[in-house]
């Protein structure tokens, strides 16, 4: 018998083309996503060496980065340099044969949201994107992971990537969250705990009773925030709600090739026994809705906590924790739940899904949002805009006070229009609250959909389990 | 890609930990279609104003600095976003060696692709380069990669890990694609093979 493996063995062994005496593999790549901002120069690679794309079926591409959010946007794109490169995206998918969503299409949203979406997105694949937030496709017990410019070029001409393998890790959360934890304060939590370089080198495996009772819309939110914890990937064993949200997506198999699907689908966990480099473990009821103060995806408190002081930390986080609180305008002691907040931003590839959406229109349902604030709703996909629509949620946030925006990463990266101005605050449901991240000088407060949503109300940083 | 010779000068000093890829190179310089010209705006917001004039105090704008080919960072060098523009802006202004106790994942992986090599020291060694660095002109740090060996100013050599295959490529200036191309009938055979055991994908 051979040795027990983890989820992640399976799949690399799944998929491993060429292995070198030194171990360097050449990893086969099942699905490459491709978004407008980090491609451009990995298609004009393939022009200059005459190369083409090895396997367009499993390339799919869609502009999301830097596409404006506002309805006018059919009118086409002001910024000279963000439209070049959203026509450069259109113009090297037509070229090339490549699967495309352009702006114009229904389907379009943020890559993330649009490759489970539309059912690119399978149990036991290896999925890449350059895009570090790709680690959301591990929901599906994928093994998916960002690459930088020069390795799309490589997946594009060869639909393989050099690589070797991880370290594995597990991370299990015990029992079952309490009301108004979500799975936002799962994956923050799990980064306070490890620090932002705890996962370098490894592959995480989420697991655990809170972790199966959760939605695929929660599974990706935690996933996707596992490069956050410096992982390179994040993976999710799938099961039966893994296989429902997968059965009858567009590019999901069908028929014969389903039932194949089925019964491979079946053997991809951790056996018994398989080896783990590191274990943690966190009881489920012990996690509180949370939320960042300083400009690290680790600076993450419990909501009803205050602003550490910088001597409360050790080696290079003092000073660094010292410039955090000075650029975030905060002083130690001080109540999370006393910071006052200018503006509220719910999407993103982290909380842009319907069930996001649905937590946050429940808490603003009949409420309006605190006078002069600043507040707006990102879709993640046209689809789920439309889905938002006709369920009467999109209603619920512009009564409330709410922008009703188009789909895109918007202010979550502020490549497009929606940026803060200096020492504007800013509760976001995206995934980094580095300094100058949502606009020069902004300052970003992370926390769950539900949260955002009742900060809008309150115009402060509020605990959602004392929100009614 | 340009083979990568041994380096000697001075080291910039950046001990702040958790230097993120948005601070290397901020969104607005992403909606570049080129590889080029990125330099000029490595670390913007910390080297200039917001007038564009150039903030004093920081590293790469003191005199001793400004061509600088090292820089000795604190831990979790290049965590964040997986934008290549990060090396491409680092090696546009001339950086050619990263020195710290850890890089993240991705950032470490394209530096290689554009001839940049991050070198991983324990904590105690990143000191000695760290103070050797601070003291500007009047310090050199010396790095050869056949040897595998970075050293301070008074000689002392501390030795780093690197892939053989990573060094290989560095040292010769080679392209990873055209390497791969040799092995295209490894991938031929895998494909055909995995057509039929996994039809679906």
């Not at chain 2, 002392?156 to 791969?180: Q, Y």
Request: glycine share 10%.
């Amino acid at each position: 018998m051979s040795a027990p493996k983890t989820l992640y063995d399976k799949i690399w062994d799944a998929h491993v083309a060429h292995e070198a005496d030194d171990g360097t593999c050449l990893l086969y790549i099942d699905r490459h996503l491709v978004h407008e901002v980090t491609s451009p120069q990995a298609f004009e690679g393939l022009r200059i060496a005459g190369r083409g794309v090895r396997a367009p079926e499993k390339t799919i591409a869609v502009p999301d980065h830097n596409v404006p959010t506002t309805t006018d946007r059919v009118n086409g794109i002001d910024n000279e340099e963000s439209r070049i490169q959203v026509e450069a995206l259109d113009k090297n998918a037509k070229d090339f044969g490549i699967h495309y969503y352009p702006v114009s299409d229904v389907r379009q949203g943020i890559v993330h949201i649009v490759g489970p979406e539309q059912g690119w997105t399978l149990p036991g694949m290896t999925v890449v994107c350059g895009d570090s937030h790709t680690a959301t496709h591990g929901a599906f017990g994928a093994l998916a992971h960002g690459i930088g410019t020069s390795e799309v070029e490589h997946v594009l001409a060869t639909q393989t990537l050099i690589q070797k393998k991880s370290k594995n890790m597990k991370v299990e959360i015990t029992g079952s969250l309490r009301p108004g934890v979500t799975a936002k304060d799962i994956t923050m939590t799990v980064i306070g705990e490890t620090g932002t370089a705890g996962g370098t080198g490894y592959v995480i495996e989420y697991c655990g009773q809170a972790i199966r009772e959760l939605s695929m819309e929660g599974r990706m939110t935690v996933c996707n925030m596992a490069i956050e914890g410096g992982a390179r990937a994040g993976l999710i064993a799938p099961d039966q709600t893994t296989f429902d949200y997968v059965k009858g997506r567009p590019h999901a198999p069908k028929g014969a090739d389903w039932d194949a699907a089925m019964a491979n689908w079946a053997g991809l966990y951790t056996d018994e026994n398989a080896h783990f480099d590191k274990v943690i473990t966190i009881a489920g009821e012990d996690i509180a809705p949370s939320v960042t103060w300083g400009t690290s995806p680790e600076d993450v408190l419990p909501i009803d906590a205050v602003v550490p002081n910088p001597s409360d930390f050790k080696g290079g986080k003092v000073d660094a924790v010292a410039r955090s609180l000075a650029y975030m305008g905060l002083t130690p002691g001080q109540k999370l739940s006393d910071i006052d907040i200018d503006t509220v931003f719910i999407g993103s590839c982290t909380n842009g899904r319907i069930e996001d959406l649905r937590a946050a229109a429940a808490v603003l349902k009949g409420k309006k949002i605190k006078d002069g604030m600043r507040a707006m709703v990102v879709p993640g996909s046209g689809l789920v805009r439309a889905q938002a629509e006709e369920e009467g949620l999109a209603q619920i946030f512009i009564d409330a006070g709410f922008e009703w925006r188009m789909a895109g990463c918007s202010m979550c990266l502020a490549m497009n229009p929606d940026q803060l101005a200096p020492e504007e605050r800013c509760a976001a449901t995206s995934n980094r609250n580095f300094e100058g991240r949502q606009g020069r000088g902004g300052r970003t407060h992370l926390l769950s959909p539900a949260m955002a949503a009742a900060a809008a109300v309150t115009g402060k940083l509020t605990d959602i389990r004392e929100f009614n | 890609m340009e083979k990568f010779e041994n380096v000697s000068g001075v080291g910039a000093p950046m001990p702040l930990i958790n230097i993120d890829t948005d601070m290397i190179i901020p969104k607005q310089f992403l909606k570049t279609i080129k590889r080029s010209g990125l330099g000029a705006n490595l670390f913007d917001e910390m080297r200039f104003d917001d007038n564009g004039n150039e903030i004093e105090d920081f590293v790469l704008n003191k005199p001793a600095y400004r061509k600088a080919e090292i820089i000795v960072a604190g831990d979790n060098f290049g965590c964040g976003s997986s934008r290549e523009h990060a090396p491409w802006a680092l090696r546009d202004f001339g950086i050619k060696v990263i020195v710290s106790t850890s890089f993240a994942d991705i950032f470490y992986n394209n530096s290689f692709k554009n001839g940049i090599l991050p070198i991983v020291l324990p904590k105690e060694q990143v000191d000695v380069l760290m103070e050797d660095a601070e003291r500007g002109e009047n310090a050199r740090i010396s790095v050869d990669l056949e040897n595998q060996t970075i050293s301070a100013t008074d000689g002392t050599a501390f030795k780093f890990e690197v892939d053989s295959f990573k060094k290989h490529c560095l040292l010769n200036g080679l392209d990873d694609i055209g390497l791969t191309m040799q092995k295209v009938q490894s991938i031929d055979t895998f494909e055909e093979k995995y057509k039929k055991s996994a039809p679906w994908v």
